[in-house]
Every structure is written in structure tokens, then in C-alpha cells.
């Protein structure tokens, strides 16, 4: 009921603000005709006296009266006139349409777009049951956010919708508030540890490995943080101690765990010393050279992993030789970087870095970024900073 009287208040309000300068009537114009009209009246009067008075000839006075009483009868006709004039019936005809049409045409179109049963919904609710219209659902949460800052389960239930849908940095940033306020819990541990590792292209930090090594502490038999923690000591070249963390989630797995299959591929992978090019790692650095073509990336999925492993390092190598030319090509010194991390040469990561360092020294911008990915990467800095 109260949303319908105050629909009914802006209605007239707007009403009245459009029907004010329609109720004006135009005061010179119809000023002037008046006037003429009383003036020509009175000299008709004033010739009528001067006649009487001897004052003026009877053949002039008809003559003057002849001329008044014609330039009385058209003030007249012109005043007449101006009370049905087009200009009078449109403002009518508009009155009308503020005062009538305009509130029912309103009317309809609500009551036909509208949802006025729609009862009103917690931000939690929404949320958790978006429908189709997702992105005004986050538009809304966004501005409630805005303006209730400390509502943690608002970003709690934000962060992972971020995530869904490709927004890594906004997500990130929705986990942390969701953190700060509600406190540390496995999933959202987790699900900040999974921003910042798509945001490093797949790499596993070690701001990354904090939070899971954090969530895993809060549950010990937590498969999510353990495989990223097995998948960071395969991506440092520890192969041994990977194989036998991913055995063991598999030896605490139910045997229906929907993620098992990727866990057994990826011990049977590092059974076969493939390493972190297998299962998908390959094409990691590929895309981190960012030198593929589309026929390079289909011949990739048909390659086996040797020939795969191959192919990537010749791309790696001839961005090497591309680096040596030109040293001043920064983002090719953070790819090549990553790639030597993704296949496994560390030693060849280390040397990149120090020679980076020598085109861009560690106190420039350029060389701040280099070593913050080197210690993301795990990559000995001390020695690259002399």
C-alpha cells in the first residue's frame, strides 16, 4: 500500500508541474484585444458628444463612426478568435493528456514490465538465487556493498559470482573483505587461493601457498588445498615429494570423489617423468610465450607429451634467442621467466633472471616486478639483487 501512495504523490506532483505553465493564460495578447475593443467603445461615445456639442459635422461624425464601428468589429472578432484559437484547444487537449493519459499510460506499462507482487528479498537470498538477470544482481550487491562496507556475508556470497565469471582481481579483493570481517575458513581460503593463482596464469604463488597451507591447517583432509599444495611442489621441480602428496589424497579419497581421475593423471604423469608439462601444464607455457598460432596450439593437443614437451621448449629457446637481441623487452623476460618454471629448469629461470636484471635494475619498476614474480616463483633473488 505505501508504495502505491507514493506513486500516487510523484504522480501529481509531476502533474502539477506540467499543468502550471499550461494553465496560464497568454496576458499580453489577451490584453491587447481587450483593449482595443473598450477604446473603440469609448471614442464611439466621445463622437456621439462632440456631435451634440456642434463640435464636428454631421457627414464627418457618420463618417468617423463609420470607421470606428469597423475597427471595433474586428477587435471584436479578433477577441473571439483568441478564446477558440487552435493554440487554446491544444493546451486543453494537453491538460488532458498530463492529467489523464500520461498516469494511465504509466499505469499500464508498469502493471505489464512491473513486478509490484514481488515481495522484497535479503541481499543473502538474492544472491544465493540469481536467475537470469545475474549481472543486475551484481550491480545491486555492488552498490548495498558500497554502502555497507562491513556486510561481510554479502561479500562472501560476491567473491565466488566474481569468480564465475572471470572478474579474478574484483573476487580476489571480495574474499580478503569476506576474511577480514567473518574470519579464515576453508572455503574462502581456498577460493582466494584459486584468484591469486589464476591471476599468476596457473602459477602457484607463495602468497597462494600461504592461504592454502592456512585452510589445510583448519582442515588436515582437505582434498582442494592439498592438490594445489601437491600441484606447487610439482611446479618446483619436486617431483618425488609431488607424486607421493597426490598418492596420498587418493589414499583418503572416497572412491566416488568426482576429482580422483585428475589426481590419478596426475600421478600416472609424473610416473612417466613428464612432469609439470603433462596434463595441461604444457600449454601453460605456451601460452605465456604468447608466439603460438592456431595451428601450433591444435598440433599440440595431438602431440604426445614428449613431443609436446619438445615443441614448447623450442618456442621457450627462440624467445631466448628474441631476448638476446633485444634485452629491453621486459614482458618477454617475465614470460620466458615462468616458462623455464613451468618446464622444470630452474637453473635457466635464475640465469634469465640475473640477466634480466642487468637491462632493468632491481631498484627501477621494472626490476621490482621481476623479483616479486621471483620470489612468487621461488626463485633465489639474493643472489640476482648482487
Same mark, same amino acid.
Given at each position: 500500500?505505501?508504495?502505491?501512495?507514493?506513486?500516487?504523490?510523484?504522480?501529481?506532483a509531476?502533474?502539477?508541474?506540467l499543468?502550471?505553465?499550461?494553465?496560464?493564460?497568454?496576458?499580453v495578447?489577451?490584453?491587447?484585444?481587450?483593449?482595443?475593443?473598450?477604446?473603440?467603445?469609448?471614442?464611439?461615445?466621445?463622437?456621439?458628444?462632440?456631435?451634440?456639442s456642434?463640435?464636428?459635422?454631421?457627414?464627418? #461624425?457618420?463618417? &468617423?463612426r +463609420?470607421?470606428?464601428? %469597423?475597427? /471595433?468589429? !474586428?477587435?471584436?472578432?479578433?477577441?473571439?478568435? @483568441?478564446?477558440t484559437?487552435?493554440?487554446?484547444?491544444?493546451?486543453r487537449?494537453?491538460?488532458?493528456?498530463?492529467?489523464?493519459?500520461?498516469?494511465?499510460?504509466?499505469l499500464?506499462?508498469y502493471?505489464?514490465?512491473?513486478?509490484?507482487?514481488l515481495?522484497?528479498?535479503?541481499?543473502?537470498?538474492?544472491?544465493?538465487?540469481p536467475?537470469?538477470?545475474?549481472?543486475?544482481?551484481?550491480?545491486?550487491?555492488e552498490?548495498?556493498l558500497?554502502?555497507?562496507?562491513?556486510?561481510?556475508?554479502?561479500?562472501?556470497?560476491?567473491?565466488p559470482?566474481?569468480?564465475?565469471?572471470?572478474?579474478?582481481e574484483? #573476487?580476489?579483493? &571480495?574474499? +580478503?573483505?569476506?576474511? %577480514?570481517? /567473518?574470519? !579464515?575458513?576453508?572455503?574462502?581460503?581456498d577460493? @582466494?587461493?584459486?584468484?591469486?593463482i589464476?591471476?599468476?596464469?596457473?602459477?602457484i604463488?607463495?602468497?597462494a601457498?600461504?592461504?592454502?597451507?592456512?585452510?589445510?591447517?583448519?582442515?588436515p583432509?582437505?582434498?582442494?588445498?592439498?592438490?594445489?599444495?601437491?600441484?606447487?611442489?610439482?611446479?618446483?621441480?619436486?617431483?618425488?615429494?609431488?607424486?607421493?602428496?597426490?598418492?596420498?589424497?587418493?589414499?583418503?579419497?572416497?572412491?566416488?570423489?568426482?576429482?580422483?581421475?585428475?589426481?590419478?593423471?596426475?600421478?600416472?604423469?609424473?610416473?612417466?617423468?613428464?612432469?609439470?608439462?603433462?596434463?595441461?601444464q604444457?600449454s601453460?607455457?605456451?601460452?605465456?610465450l604468447?608466439?603460438?598460432? !592456431?595451428?601450433?596450439?591444435?598440433a599440440?593437443?595431438?602431440?604426445?607429451?614428449?613431443?609436446?614437451?619438445?615443441?614448447?621448449?623450442?618456442?621457450?629457446e627462440?624467445?631466448?634467442?628474441?631476448?638476446?637481441?633485444?634485452?629491453?623487452?621486459?614482458?618477454g623476460?617475465?614470460?620466458?621467466?615462468?616458462?623455464?618454471?613451468?618446464?622444470?629448469q630452474?637453473?635457466?629461470?635464475e640465469?634469465?633472471?640475473?640477466?634480466a636484471?642487468?637491462?632493468?635494475p632491481?631498484?627501477?619498476?621494472?626490476?621490482?616486478q621481476?623479483?616479486?614474480?621471483?620470489?612468487?616463483?621461488?626463485?633465489?633473488?639474493?643472489?640476482?639483487?648482487?
Amino acid at each position: 500500500m505505501f508504495f502505491w501512495i507514493l506513486v500516487a504523490i510523484l504522480t501529481a506532483a509531476v502533474a502539477v508541474v506540467l499543468l502550471l505553465p499550461l494553465l496560464r493564460r497568454p496576458p499580453v495578447a489577451a490584453g491587447d484585444t481587450g483593449h482595443d475593443v473598450e477604446v473603440y467603445r469609448d471614442q464611439l461615445e466621445e463622437l456621439k458628444r462632440d456631435e451634440a456639442s456642434g463640435l464636428i459635422g454631421a457627414s464627418e #461624425a457618420e463618417f &468617423a463612426r +463609420a470607421e470606428v464601428a %469597423r475597427r /471595433l468589429i !474586428a477587435a471584436s472578432n479578433a477577441e473571439k478568435k @483568441q478564446r477558440t484559437s487552435p493554440a487554446s484547444r491544444r493546451n486543453r487537449l494537453a491538460q488532458a493528456f498530463v492529467i489523464v493519459l500520461l498516469p494511465a499510460t504509466g499505469l499500464c506499462l508498469y502493471l505489464a514490465t512491473g513486478r509490484p507482487d514481488l515481495p522484497a528479498q535479503p541481499l543473502a537470498e538474492r544472491l544465493a538465487n540469481p536467475g537470469t538477470d545475474i549481472s543486475i544482481l551484481i550491480a545491486r550487491a555492488e552498490n548495498h556493498l558500497a554502502q555497507n562496507p562491513d556486510d561481510g556475508e554479502g561479500w562472501d556470497l560476491l567473491a565466488p559470482i566474481y569468480y564465475r565469471n572471470g572478474r579474478m582481481e574484483d #573476487a580476489s579483493n &571480495a574474499y +580478503a573483505q569476506a576474511i %577480514r570481517i /567473518l574470519g !579464515a575458513s576453508t572455503d574462502r581460503l581456498d577460493g @582466494q587461493a584459486e584468484t591469486q593463482i589464476a591471476l599468476a596464469n596457473g602459477i602457484i604463488t607463495a602468497d597462494a601457498r600461504k592461504l592454502l597451507e592456512q585452510s589445510l591447517a583448519l582442515q588436515p583432509d582437505n582434498p582442494r588445498a592439498g592438490y594445489y599444495l601437491a600441484l606447487a611442489l610439482e611446479q618446483e621441480g619436486k617431483q618425488a615429494e609431488a607424486r607421493a602428496a597426490f598418492e596420498a589424497l587418493v589414499a583418503k579419497a572416497p572412491a566416488d570423489a568426482p576429482w580422483l581421475p585428475l589426481v590419478k593423471e596426475r600421478i600416472a604423469a609424473l610416473s612417466q617423468g613428464q612432469g609439470s608439462v603433462a596434463q595441461g601444464q604444457g600449454s601453460v607455457a605456451v601460452g605465456q610465450l604468447g608466439n603460438p598460432t !592456431a595451428d601450433d596450439v591444435a598440433a599440440a593437443q595431438d602431440m604426445s607429451a614428449g613431443d609436446r614437451q619438445q615443441m614448447i621448449g623450442g618456442m621457450v629457446e627462440s624467445l631466448a634467442e628474441k631476448l638476446a637481441e633485444n634485452p629491453d623487452n621486459f614482458e618477454g623476460w617475465m614470460r620466458i621467466i615462468r616458462s623455464y618454471v613451468v618446464l622444470d629448469q630452474r637453473p635457466k629461470a635464475e640465469a634469465a633472471l640475473k640477466t634480466a636484471l642487468k637491462t632493468f635494475p632491481a631498484g627501477s619498476d621494472n626490476g621490482k616486478q621481476l623479483l616479486a614474480l621471483a620470489r612468487d616463483l621461488s626463485i633465489s633473488v639474493e643472489d640476482s639483487e648482487q
